[in-house]
């Protein structure tokens, strides 16, 4: 299933849908701080400071076209 990029959730790319990265995680900030620096270099993504794996930026996934269904923490797609 594709979603156009029209589809877009209304909430700014720098803000994780509140069930993939919750207001009361302990890393929230620096999760996010880690993000919106990704996204101001054009990166596709950022090393996760939870886990250490590599972390898509929702400016990445939006530029695919598509929605993956993967649970992607910063899914632009999730409304």
Partial sequence: MTAPLDEL???PLTEPHISRL???HPNRE?????HAR???RNMSGYIDPNSGLFATTALYLAQQGVCCHQGCRHCPYLL
């Avoid at 620096?30 to 880690?34: F, N, Q, R, T």
């Fill in 30 to 34: 620096l999760i996010l701080s880690e």
């Fill in 9 to 11: 959730s209304p909430r």
């Fill in 22 to 24: 919750p207001l009361a």
């Fill in 38 to 40: 990704a996204i101001e």
